[in-house]
């Protein structure tokens, strides 16, 4: 295309030429900026076209490129925040875990504890059973003791006086006034 420039401008120079009338002047300019914008449009193609295409192409790959670098930290984001809600509820579930077993814990001691107690209670109420017991067994004793001595009394008095029905009556009621005090 622009070897045959050369070409077309004689041949428009030439037509400007034999028309003399302004006319093909007119298109003789036409002509030459016709020409001369292919001629700007050709040294553009040549010297800036493809370094402004390259600069855009650069233009467009860092773009793509920060738009995937942003795709992939919003990925990232939502991995740590899937991450992090993982570990409150493992958080929260270990948490949980630990208070039930501590409640249970207090339970079973305090369980224990009344199981202990009610041991303690019913090994002091069996001993002071024991003890009521043995101090029961000690009144009598001392009571058959002293209703012996009292019995062996009253009947050396009895052996040793000469009764009759009255004494032998007062006696007997002495003994047992003796018995009530």
């Known amino acids: 295309m622009f070897h045959q420039l050369p070409d077309l401008l ?8 034999s028309e003399g009338s302004g ?5 003789g300019e036409i002509i030459t900026n016709i020409i001369g914008f292919l001629i700007v449009l050709w040294i553009l ?9 390259h600069i855009m192409d650069e233009r467009r790959n860092k773009i793509a490129s920060e738009l ?11 991995e740590r925040e899937e991450e992090y809600e993982k570990k409150l509820q ?5 948490s949980r875990e630990r208070i039930n077993a501590a409640v249970y814990e207090g339970r079973k001691i305090a369980a224990e504890i009344q199981a202990n107690a009610r041991k303690e209670a019913e090994i002091i109420r069996e001993k002071a059973k024991a003890t009521i017991e043995i101090e ?18 009253a009947t050396e008095k009895i052996i040793r006086e000469n009764l009759d029905d009255n004494k ?8 047992v006034d003796h018995l009530k005090n």
């Open 45 to 53: 193609k040549k010297f800036a076209w493809r370094p402004l295409l």
């Open 23 to 27: 006319v093909g002047r007119i298109v």
């Open 90 to 94: 493992e958080i929260e579930n270990l």
């Open 136 to 153: 029961v067994a000690k009144a009598r004793e001392e009571l058959r003791t002293e209703v012996v001595e009292l019995t062996l009394m």
């Open 168 to 175: 032998h009556r007062r006696l007997i009621t002495e003994f």
């Open 68 to 78: 995937h670098r942003i795709e992939e930290l919003n990925r990232q984001v939502q």
């Open 10 to 17: 004689s041949m428009a120079v030439i037509a400007a030429e």
